[in-house]
Nanobody
């Protein structure tokens, strides 16, 4: 299983970015896919997750209403649309996939067995 994250970059506060995570397998191979982010010296933080069955979405409180996670089954890709970005959103963003993830654990990084390489998002004030 390979996950390839892309779309990071430098943006001013209030701007938007769209991250993509391309999977080497069909999305139906997974139960959940998610985005996490990490800053130096801190633990990886949950951002958003989406179920492959039903498309149910979950968000961290800090991004709810600003970020949207979605999927494109035809392209085996999960996207994270990030709007109204804030300097505190600056981090390396990782996509993750789990084949045995359960709903109660979607916010736990340990629930995901597969990880992409990360893409840096920098939001300037």
């Amino acid at each position: 299983v390979q996950l390839q994250a892309s779309g990071g970059g430098l943006v001013q506060a209030g701007g938007s970015l769209r991250l993509s995570c391309a999977a080497s397998e069909r999305l139906s191979s997974y139960r959940y896919m998610a985005w996490f982010r990490q800053t130096p010296g801190k633990e990886r933080e949950f951002v958003a997750a989406i179920s492959m069955s039903g498309g149910f979405t979950y968000y961290a409180d800090s991004v709810k209403g600003r970020f949207t996670i979605s999927r494109d089954n035809a392209k085996n890709t999960v996207m994270l649309q990030m709007n109204s970005l804030k300097p505190e959103d600056t981090a390396v963003y990782f996509c993750a996939a789990g084949k045995s993830t359960i709903t109660s654990n979607v916010r736990n990084s340990r629930a995901y067995a597969y990880w992409g390489q990360g893409t840096l998002v920098t939001v300037s004030s």
